[in-house]
């Protein structure tokens, strides 16, 4: 009787880290992308571009806060969005990073929708468009935490 007492508050102990884990793994706040021309479809982006973006969640603020990192190869980019559609298919914008291309700021956002994001991140994807390019330049799938 002791034994076994012993063995379910070891296996107990054991899986409650696990349990922890796996939820911290459902949900990222962070979530980030690789930018290619490549990746846009239906129409092909910009083939000379490339970039980096990082977007940080704050559900409780209904908060999405970006910064695009080393954005090369594209001529005056106007306008960025995360757009809900997964790899290779377009979709509608969900989140408008601000009303203007800006390297880096924060958009108001629905708190559902942020753990929609936050959740499933592959099913979401970020572009950003300039006028040689209005279906978008550069694309990259989001992805959980920092790709780099």
């Not at 102990?13 to 021309?37: C, D, E, T």
């Not at 490339?50 to 090369?72: D, L, Q």
């Not at 559609?85 to 924060?106: D, E, H, Q």
């Not at 950003?128 to 330049?137: E, L, T, V």
Request: with cysteine.
């Amino acid at each position: 009787m002791r034994m076994r007492k012993f063995m379910v508050a070891a296996l107990a102990a054991l899986a409650l880290p696990a349990l922890a884990l796996a939820s911290s793994q459902a949900m990222s706040p962070v979530v980030s992308s690789k930018l290619k021309g490549s990746n846009e479809v239906p129409a092909k982006g910009d083939p000379n571009g490339a970039g980096f973006v990082v977007v940080t969640f704050k559900a409780a603020k209904g908060m999405a806060c970006w910064e695009f990192k080393g954005v090369k190869g594209i001529n005056a980019p106007n306008a960025a969005h995360i757009h809900k559609g997964r790899s290779g298919v377009a979709g509608p914008v969900v989140i408008p990073l601000g009303a203007a291309y800006k390297t880096k700021g924060c958009q108001a956002a629905k708190k559902g929708l942020i753990e929609a994001i936050e959740t499933n991140p592959n099913r979401y994807y970020v572009n950003i468009h300039n006028a040689k390019y209005p279906g978008g330049a550069l694309r990259g799938q989001l992805v959980a935490g920092m790709e780099g």
